[in-house]
Each structure stands twice: as C-alpha cells, then as structure tokens.
C-alpha cells in the first residue's frame, strides 16, 4: 500500500516526465531563434531554472507543461534577440549563425579537457530545411518579433493564438509579422530544400581548392559570389565580405599558400553539403554554401572558436 508521499509522487512523476522530455524541442525551437547552439543551451537552462524554482503546488497547477516551457523559452529567446542586436553591432567583423555538424558526428567535450562524449539525443538540434546557413542568415536581417512569430508558426505550427502569448501581440499582429517575414525570405531566395547536385559542387570546389587551380575555382563559383567570414576578433580572417569569384578564388589561394598543411574534410553543415577546414588536425574553419544554377553564389566560413565547439573535441569531425 502506498504511503500519502508516495502516492502524490505517483502523480507527479508523469508531468515531471513530460518536462524532461520537452527538452529537445526546447533546444530545436530556440537555436532556430536565436543562431547559436550556445545561447540556445543558456535560454533552456534558464526555462527550466524557472520551471524548478516553482513550488510543487504551482507546478501542479499548470494544466501544458510543454506549452508553460514554450512560452518562457520563447520570451526568453525574444529577450535575448533584442539584446543581441546591440551586441552584434559591436561584433567585431560579420556575425554567422553557429554551424552544426551532423548527428552522427556531434561531439562534446564539455565534460573535461582532452576529453570527448556523445551528445545526449535529447541535446540535438534536428536538421532540416529550418536550419540551412542561408536560411538562418536570412533569418538574422529580421526583426526580434518577425523572427519570433515565423519561426513559431511556419516552422513549429504553433497557432497564432499562442504565438501572440509569447510575442506579446495580439494575433493579427502576429500574422502580419510572418507575412512581413515570408517576404524577406521569398526576396532573398533562401532555399528551402537540399540543392540537387550539392554534394558534387561542393567537391569539386575542395579539390580546385587542395590543387591550388584558380581558374577552376572561378568556374565554380558564380561572378557575384559573396564570401563572409566570421572571426569574432578572436582569430585573424577578412572583415568585410569578398566579392566576386575571381577576388574569392585568389583569396583561397592565398589562405592555401599561407597555411600549408591544410585539411579540406566533405562533411554536413546544417544539414547540407560543407566543408571542414584543419590544421595539424585541429578545425580551425567550418564552410557552409548556397547554390544557385550549378554554381555557388555564397560561402559562410565560421572561424569563431567559440562556435566551433561541436566540431572541436577529438580529431574526427
């Protein structure tokens, strides 16, 4: 026979189990908001930091847990984006959302120095369309609540009701703020599926690269192709976009010839075709491409230590 304490933990345990269990959503949600795995980890952190500072009786008292999480994660994100557009304008040089290896190869060394443990699944951000580099660039140039109210509910289908909850608008508000996003979106091109091909493109390009062919090179990227790179003033790399495949091309080069030794990796970046850069095998940079008409009109490479960190803890990625 169960005690009384017994028995109410009995209650409790299936809504415990649901609040644990709305983790990865969590993390999915707010690395779409926010472009980095970092502070995404840091806003859950801090959902469930006010989730366990309630009494039992509260708790017990909110009917959706996961919509409860949803809804604070989400204003803690919003919170976040405000304040990280004042901070991003004194970033020193462009500002890349983090990129993400695939879940196969998602490494963490968070648990000690020299050391390397698999991510727990429940910390993974599942890659699709939602997390392409251009996509996500594209998102970067929205407003905080534009990027709140699309990604709430063209990617997670929440209805505008709850997205208004969150935003703080009522939902007509919030539907014009995702048409205004649609149009960003639709006049940037940002693709919303794997590009045919990429995988091909993205090879050929490391091999012209690794050869040092500088004709090849320009031939594969389109003539207005645009390269940004992204140091955080912690590691040297060009401040401004490149522009143009013949400027890009020789920019390759000159890294080449500057970094003998230098490692080109296929690998998955958000979900698409990228490249891994090492050197005396530590990834020093993560390439992330667009493509349009067989061509690449876009590479995002990330050289931020900080957001390297999935990338970084052994020897394989």
Not at 175 to 195: E, F
Not at 264 to 272: A, F, K, P, Q, Y
Request: some cysteine.
């Amino acid at each position: 026979m169960s005690t009384p304490s017994e028995a109410a933990h009995e209650r409790f345990e299936p809504d415990l189990s649901t609040v644990v269990g709305e983790r990865r959503q969590l993390i999915n949600l707010a690395y779409r908001l926010l472009g980095s795995l970092a502070e995404a980890e840091d806003a859950v952190q801090e959902t469930y930091a006010r989730w366990y500072a309630m009494s039992r009786e509260q708790q017990e008292a909110i009917a959706a847990p996961g919509a409860w999480l949803t809804t604070v994660a989400g204003r803690i994100c919003l919170d976040l984006l405000r304040s990280a557009r004042v901070r991003r304008e004194r970033y020193v040089g462009a500002w890349i959302p983090e990129p993400l290896p695939d879940r196969r190869e998602w490494i963490s060394g968070s648990a000690g120095v020299g050391t390397a443990q698999p991510v727990d699944p429940a910390d993974r951000v599942t890659l699709d369309e939602s997390v392409n580099m251009a996509f996500l660039v594209v998102l970067e140039a929205m407003t905080p609540a534009e990027r709140v109210a699309f990604v709430l509910h063209d990617v997670f289908r929440y209805p505008f009701a709850e997205v208004a909850a969150i935003v703080g608008r009522t939902p007509a508000a919030c539907r014009q703020l995702a048409t205004s996003a649609r149009r960003r979106i639709r006049a940037a091109q940002a693709p919303v599926a794997a590009t045919a091909g990429q995988a091909g493109l993205v090879r050929n390009f490391k091999e012209a690269w690794e050869a040092k062919d500088i004709e090849a090179l320009v031939g594969l990227l389109d003539p207005d192709a645009t390269m940004t790179a992204d140091g955080g003033g912690m590691v040297g790399t060009v401040l401004r976009p490149v522009q143009g495949s013949e400027n890009i091309a020789a920019y390759l080069i000159h890294i080449a010839d500057k970094a003998p030794g230098l490692t080109l990796l296929e690998r998955t970046v958000n979900g698409m075709p990228g490249l891994v850069a090492q050197h005396a095998g530590v990834t020093v940079t993560v390439a992330a491409f667009n493509l349009a008409d067989g061509r690449i009109t876009h590479i995002w490479a990330i050289r931020n230590p900080e957001k390297l960190r999935p990338w970084t803890a052994d020897g394989r990625n």
